[in-house]
């Protein structure tokens, strides 16, 4: 039997990524509603969306962002 090498877990785990705060928050909802609208139909398709999805999306107020975004 060979000997094969002793392999430790991974302790690197991945850490979340930070989200913006506060004014950023909003910043950030705003640039991801707008590359959302702009995403082609067959991508939008390949996540699960539609026009009318999308459309309700964009237009929400700025501000009605995920609470967690928020904190």
Wanted: net charge neutral; glycine share 6%; proline share 10%.
């Amino acid at each position: 039997m060979a000997h094969l090498p002793q392999t430790r877990p991974f302790s690197g785990a991945l850490a979340p990524v930070a989200r913006p705060t506060g004014l950023l928050a909003f910043l950030d909802t705003w640039r991801q509603r707008k590359h959302l609208a702009d995403l082609d139909p067959h991508l939008l398709k390949d996540i699960g969306l539609d026009g009318v999805d999308v459309h309700r999306e964009v237009n929400r107020p700025i501000w009605d962002a995920p609470e967690i975004w928020r904190l």
